[in-house]
């Protein structure tokens, strides 16, 4: 029975057979023998005993033949060991493979912080040249405005002013994109209906994209509000709807998805600069050219390009990487040449319903007043312009260059109804501290700050104070002159 089982497995299946026959025919002999007791067998039991000899002569003979084979098969104790060694190999390359894991995350993770660094450290650089452009811009955006104003009736001239003022605006729009990367613009965060922003956002685009592109929504109906500066995130979206259109010059299609999502520890061990969280997850896609995978790590980097030469600036995507991190969310981009490019931004939820946008009474274009304004400022060219502009709006006013100079006017006898400072001042303290000490020296002061780049003197976690009045170099004099008024009837 275990012959014809066992047939396909059995080694020596000849010796075996020789085994097993040699059993029968040894088993029929004794039979007969017993049967001799009773009965007459005659001569069978000598046969089967003849067969039974010349049997194991043949049986012992192909033992024999075997013998070599049979010396050279493993024992259990042979297989046990080679078993117990094998385990080990085993456990050794697991342990190999995990440390070569383990090496490859290290690496990973090396090269995330080296970005993050690099990253920062461009911020930084950025964000310092915002500053001392802005200022300088200020000055520009300001002169130019009367310029044009006393040469409206010359037309040549007043078109060199329209010129320069075009030229100034495009600088501004600049600064605006480096400080948004380097994460010092102020923000303004409300619980925002993504929803909604995207379909008015839709809207927009129509006409800028072109017939050849197709935009498609596809909302998630239970998708929460967000909290996020609103204008910002438009600003972000129409950037990224830009950068789709260029990458699909024959046409194709970019999609606007929202939808609720969680973001877990697995995710965030992947993604250094991510935490987890719920998140409300607003993706761009197109059906465009693609990014090679040899340049996914640079397209947020300010001034990176893959466009031709004079067809965009590079601050687009990183103006998007710098609002999205200032807003505590997170910023994943997707992208196979040929095939198109996804980017994700994840902004945090809000706990609060959506908030309808503000709507601020009309005023007059400019405001005048006559009031006594202090203005620190620490740039002289700018200084002697803001001193300019506000006497041309009426009013009286004092100047210092440092915070020092500022509170020994605080403590003397002239009249002061605001303070007018810039937030990044020398002589020991900041904009916001001299306004704080300036307050407990003058009770009722009011104050309006101005920077071209906003330290957290005044801004935290990405957001501007709620009690603070900020107006934004560069500026015209409309702003300055409605921001005056709002501050002095504060």
Known sequence: MFLLRRWHDIMFRGVFIAITSYGVVGGIGRLLSLAALWVNVGAATEVFDGLLALMAVA???????????????????????????????????????????????????????????????????????????????????????????????????????????????????LTRHLLAFSRRQPLQPRATDVNALVVDAALLLRPTLGEQIEIESMLGHDSAPALIDPSQLSTAILNLALNARDAMPDGGKLILETK???????????????????????????????????????VFEP?????????????????????????????????EEGHGTTVKLYLPRATAAPERPAVEPGRPTVARGDETVLIVEDDALVRDYVVAQVRRLGYRTLSASNAAEGLALIDSAERIDLLFTDVIIPGGMNGRQLAIEAEKRRRGLKVLYTSGYTENAIVHHGRLDADVLLLAKPYV????????????EA
């Open 260 to 298: 609720n999502v969680t973001l877990d520890e697995h995710y965030a061990r992947l993604n250094r600069d991510a935490k987890p969280g719920n998140y409300v997850m607003i993706a761009v896609s197109d059906t465009g050219e693609g990014i090679p995978a040899s340049l996914l790590d640079k």
């Open 303 to 335: 001034f990176f390009t893959t466009k031709d030469v004079g067809k965009g600036s590079g601050l687009g995507l990183s103006m998007v990487y710098g609002f999205v991190k200032q807003s505590n969310g997170h910023v994943k981009i997707y992208s």
């Open 59 to 173: 049986l012992i003979a192909a033992m024999l033949k075997m013998l070599p084979q049979l010396l050279v098969l493993p024992t259990r104790i042979t297989l046990q060991k080679a078993y117990t060694q094998l385990e080990e190999e085993i456990r050794q390359r697991r342990a190999a493979e995990a440390m070569v894991q383990r090496f490859q995350e290290i690496e990973a993770n090396e090269a995330q912080v080296r970005q993050a660094q690099k990253m920062e450290a461009i911020g930084q650089l950025t964000g310092g040249v915002a500053h001392d452009f802005n200022n300088i811009l200020t000055v520009i955006t300001g002169t130019i405005e009367i310029l044009a104003e006393a040469v409206k009736d010359k037309p040549q001239l007043a078109g060199i002013a329209g010129m320069i003022s075009a030229a100034a605006e495009r600088g501004a729009d």
């Open 477 to 488: 004099s409309a702003d300055l002159a409605r921001m005056i008024r709002t501050a002095l």
